[in-house]
């Protein structure tokens, strides 16, 4: 049997310790997991992370829905982002 994690703020934890959360994880049958971002930074380091382990993470980027968009934001920037770099993994 497999399982994969939902929703996790992957960005949230410790740079340093991501690759042996992400081994321990495996080790116990966990095959993947969906990195939730936050905002605009978490959103460039979720996909960071998908771009260092594309086996194992898949990308959920945007804004929380209880935060506000930036007003200087442009509505499509995240979209525009992820589209841009989705030929690219």
């Not at 310790?17 to 993947?32: A, F, H, Y």
């Not at 382990?53 to 209880?66: K, M, R």
């Not at 979209?79 to 030929?87: I, N």
């Amino acid at each position: 049997m497999e399982f994969i994690d939902a929703h996790l703020h992957l960005d949230q934890y410790p740079e340093s310790e991501t690759d042996k959360l992400i081994s321990e994880w495996r080790s116990v049958g966990i095959t993947g997991l969906v990195a939730v971002s936050t905002n605009l930074a978490s959103a460039y380091r979720t996909l960071e992370l998908k771009h260092r382990y594309p086996d194992f993470v898949y990308a959920a980027v945007g804004y929380h829905p209880e935060q506000a968009l930036p007003l200087s934001f442009g509505a499509g920037r995240i979209v525009f982002f992820a589209a841009k770099r989705k030929g690219k993994n």
